[in-house]
């Protein structure tokens, strides 16, 4: 089985300009992400997908491998289905699994992306798995930036969202989650879904997985007992690296 991880990463972010390359502890953030993914023995292949060539340049100066995308993206999913397709005709392959790692989760793990891979090693049936975590303190619950979701009872997503889900005050331990951005994709399904136009939900609350959803096919959720804290803002930056440092 073949096996690639795309981590979609571009300087243009509104948040937060230039965050690839923002040093976490005097390494970039993407080199964090990239060797991090390379850990993991499932994945035959780590590829970083831009529109910019400064990490294009930076990515290839650590050995890794980079390939140029369109700057025309609005979602990471979008830039990961070129990048597959860009890749599996210059390598003359087929990959049968496509794990998008977005670039600003620098806290992703070997273990995180095993445990996001193995539903669909496990079950046919499943086509996309995203992995979810604990949200642990109510600054996190209502920042806009913490992607909220709510599963029914075999952890298929219900429904994804920046605002507060499940409507509840906050309390640790209740059923409060957020999305950690390392995705599995089924390559056909990826296919499927760069098929599909993007959705209302999907643009009102800048949400990919909506997409998949609106459409009526089900989102598999995996839950990871591990830290994860993506960056957004520079305050993320902070506050990860204080984490890393631990």
């Given amino acids: 089985m073949k096996i690639i991880s795309i981590i979609p990463a571009r300087m243009g972010s509104s948040r937060f300009p230039g965050k690839p390359l ?7 953030m993407i080199q964090h992400v990239y060797n991090n993914v390379k850990k993991n023995q499932l994945i035959s292949d780590v590829v970083v997908a831009t529109c910019d060539k400064i990490i294009f340049d930076f990515v290839r100066s650590i050995n890794g491998i980079a390939i ?13 289905y070129e990048a597959m397709r860009l890749l599996e005709k210059k390598r003359k392959i087929k990959y049968d699994i496509v794990v998008m790692v977005q670039g600003d989760e620098p806290m992703i793990s070997s273990k995180m992306i095993g445990d996001s ?3 669909l090693l496990n079950n046919k049936k499943i086509d996309i798995v995203n992995l979810i975590c604990l949200i642990n303190n109510k600054k996190d619950f209502e920042d806009p930036n913490f992607v909220k979701v709510v599963h029914d009872k075999n952890y298929n997503a219900l429904y994804f ?13 209740i059923y409060i989650r957020k999305q950690v951005c390392a995705i599995p994709f089924r390559r056909d399904f990826l296919i499927k879904y760069n098929k599909m136009k993007p959705t209302t939900l999907e643009k009102i609350e800048s949400i990919d997985m909506l997409r998949i959803l609106e459409n009526g096919y089900k989102v598999f959720l995996v839950e990871t007992k591990n830290i994860a804290h993506a960056v957004d803002t520079k305050k993320d930056l902070l506050r990860v690296a204080n984490y890393m440092k631990k």
Wanted: aromatic fraction near 6%.
């Fill in 22 to 28: 923002a040093q976490i502890n005097g390494i970039p």
């Fill in 161 to 173: 969202s920046r605002a507060i889900i499940p409507y509840s005050k906050f309390r640790k331990g």
């Fill in 68 to 80: 140029m995308t369109s700057k025309k993206h609005k979602r990471a999913s979008d830039r990961c």
């Fill in 117 to 119: 891979i193995q539903p």
